[in-house]
Each structure stands twice: as structure tokens, then as C-alpha cells.
């Protein structure tokens, strides 16, 4: 059978698979930036908490995703629970990190120039060190984001739906075009995922962080 055939015969199925796929990751991305941000911001201003936090982060990272998710079966069952709950602790790391990096490295007279002119510790904190730390932060957000993709995928593995039931159950049934149909649409999310957080990126970064747009000189004929 044709690809293109078995495409547009399974494109129902095709299109569910994504749109579940798409919905675990933002449900889960959500969760870890609503989880890692604060945490980063913690970190940044109590330094005694940055290494336990971020090693327990990293030890995370060090654990097989597989192995995570047959650890959390007994506990959380099978289905999507599981799934969310691996892709948030696998996003968190990229968060927290570029969070705490991105407040940290503000200009010093920057936030001296905020308390000069009467603001207060929360006020520093929301209208002068995040909108500066944003671009920072956006970039471990996008890289959290685009690595989830892949990991929902494992999600198959115990009955979560999404694109990776396409490519298990081609496995199992050695059906190289199933495997196609939800390798090639989840590679596609990725790219897209990138693309959509870069713009976003772009978008938050402070005008004094962007380059200036060179101006290109007309050269004048004799």
C-alpha cells in the first residue's frame, strides 16, 4: 500500500492522535512553567535552596524516562497521569535554570536605579528584573517545550494516547507505514513547537537587547 494511500484512509485517526499529542504537551508544559518559574525566582533570592533544588533537578534528568515511567505505574496507574507527571519533571530543569540565570545576570545598577526611585522588592521583581529575564527564560521554556514532544510520545509504552500509539502499535504489528504516520506528524509538531516558541521569544525580548538593524549603504555610481 501507498503512504500517501494509508494516510488518507487512517486520516481521522491520524489527526485525533495529534490533537491528544498536542494536548498532553501543552497540558504539561503549562504545569512545569507554572511549577519551575516560581521555582527559579525562589532560587535566585534564597542561594542556600539553589543546590538542593537544582540537584534534585538534575537527578531527575539521570533517570530513563522508561524507567521513570514503570516507577510511576504502580503509583499512578496507567493512562495519562503517568505521562504528565514525567514530562513535567523532565521539563523542569530548562525552567528553573534559565530562570535563575536570566534574573541573575540584570544589570546591578539597573535594579540599584529601581530602589533609587522608591520601588519596592516585588515591584523590582515584576516591572524591571522579569520583563528583562524574559527572553532567558522563554529559551529554557522552548527547549522544555520541544523536548516534550518526544517524551509524550514514550507515553505510549502505558496506554496514554497520543502519537506514539501510532508508532507502538506499528511496531508490535511490524507495520512500517503505521510507524510512519506517527513518527513523520510527531517530528512535524516539533518543528512546529520550535518555530512557534522562537517567534515568541523574539517577541518578549526588550528593544535594548535587540541588535540594530544595520543600514545598508547605497553604493553611488561614477
Known sequence: MNFFTYIANNSMLILSSTLEHMQLTCFSIIIAVIIGVPLGILI???SGLKKPILGCANVVQAIPSIALLGFLVPFLGIGEKPAVFMVVVYSLL???KNTSIGLSNI???TVEAAKGIGMTRFQILTKVKLPLALPVIMAGIRISAVTSVGLVTLAAFIGAAGLGYLIYSGIRTVNNLQILSGAIPACLLA???DFGASLVEKAVTPVCYKEPKKNKK????H
Do not use: A, E, F
Open 191 to 193: 518543528l512546529l513547537v
Open 218 to 221: 547605497k553604493r553611488v555610481k
Open 94 to 96: 530548562p525552567i528553573i
Open 44 to 46: 535566585s533570592y534564597l
Open 107 to 109: 544589570n546591578p545598577q
